[in-house]
T-cell receptor
Framework: AQKVTQAQTEISVVEKEDVTLDCVYETRDTTYYLFWYKQPPSGELVFLIR??????QNEISGRYSWNFQKSTSSFNFTITASQVVDSAVYFCALSEADAGGTSYGKLTFGQGTILTVHP | EPEVTQTPSHQVTQMGQEVILRCVPISNHLYFYWYRQILGQKVEFLVSFYNNEISEKSEIFDDQFSVERPDGSNFTLKIRSTKLEDSAMYFC????????????FGPGTRLTVT
């Protein structure tokens, strides 16, 4: 069975600080996808990034970066120079896939990390 | 850009009443999902639907829940006899064939059962 753990329930930082949100996953499949979503106070789920299990390259997008380490089953998310607008709940999620890389569709989410950025 | 829409944005209902949550997936998508998020908790998978039948459902999706694609555009979630614990945000999602890794989420319907 698949499982996603986000051990940090809440993180509070001051603007311009860097912050890393941790995500650890469990799966029996060798092929899977990992995701990060942002949920602002308005409630919608905003897609941030998707990685497949074959691609361990780290990714940077502006102030956001992701560190995928299969050896430790982790997919951590770092926000550099945080801003008040980054305040939200952040969810890590996992989708298992078959050997051909076709996702089964069901997303399993972690508990989420509440990030508060103070001015 | 095409998007998934959900109506209503907020529904208040009394315990024991039936409620239908509506979703309009992206037009060429073939796979549909419902997820639930109880306030302050994680998002949980309820059900996936393809080719007019359920492809997978979670333990949460018991006999009081049902899904339907009544026409070519809507995808609905029905809760037959609502309970207080059904109060949650319900998200609909859809994806194109072969792209289950690329689900598009709707904005959610907040259901409040009183």
């Amino acid at each position: 069975a698949q499982k996603v753990t986000q051990a940090q329930t809440e993180i509070s930082v001051v603007e311009k600080e860097d912050v890393t949100l941790d995500c650890v996953y469990e799966t029996r499949d060798t092929t899977y996808y990992l995701f990060w979503y942002k949920q602002p106070p308005s409630g919608e789920l905003v897609f941030l990034i998707r990685r497949n299990s074959f691609d361990e390259q780290n990714e940077i997008s502006g102030r956001y970066s992701w560190n995928f380490q299969k050896s430790t089953s982790s997919f951590n998310f770092t926000i550099t120079a945080s801003q008040v607008v980054d305040s939200a709940v952040y969810f890590c999620a996992l989708s298992e896939a078959d050997a051909g890389g076709t996702s089964y569709g069901k997303l399993t989410f972690g508990q989420g990390t509440i990030l508060t950025v103070h001015p | 850009e095409p998007e998934v829409t959900q109506t209503p944005s907020h529904q208040v209902t009394q315990m024991g009443q039936e409620v239908i949550l509506r979703c309009v997936p992206i037009s060429n998508h073939l796979y549909f999902y419902w997820y639930r998020q109880i306030l302050g908790q994680k998002v949980e998978f309820l059900v996936s639907f393809y080719n007019n039948e359920i492809s997978e459902k979670s333990e949460i999706f018991d006999d009081q829940f049902s899904v339907e694609r009544p026409d070519g555009s809507n995808f609905t979630l029905k809760i037959r006899s609502t309970k207080l614990e059904d109060s949650a945000m319900y998200f609909c999602a859809s994806n194109d064939a072969g792209k289950a890794y690329e689900q598009y989420f709707g904005p959610g319907t907040r259901l409040t059962v009183t």
